[in-house]
């Protein structure tokens, strides 16, 4: 690998690094099933809930509050059933708080 003294794009450095291309594409999956539930998410949770990690077929959402996973939870049989009709399926989904 060449070394260079000069800043590259980050699109650029992806298409070089077969481990950040990879991260790049989990990041955008993640993010790609995030836009696609969020017309079914109430609309004052939409600001609380971030895409997490997509890895072996389970995705986590980051939730700002207990409060917040626990009204998430009710609602995931119905977002699950809605990744699938989108072709977006996973196994499981996994909620997170996120430590301030």
Known sequence: M??????????QAAQESPTLASL??????SSLRLQAIKSL?????????QAGPLEEGCWCLLVASNAVAAKLRQLLPALQSHL???????????????NR
């Open 24 to 29: 790049m594409d989990r990041v955008q999956d």
């Open 84 to 98: 699938v009709q989108q072709n977006l399926g996973v196994l499981s989904i996994r909620i997170k708080v996120q």
């Open 41 to 49: 998410l109430p609309g004052p949770l939409r600001s609380s809930i």
């Open 2 to 11: 060449q070394r260079r003294h000069q800043a590259i794009p980050l699109q």
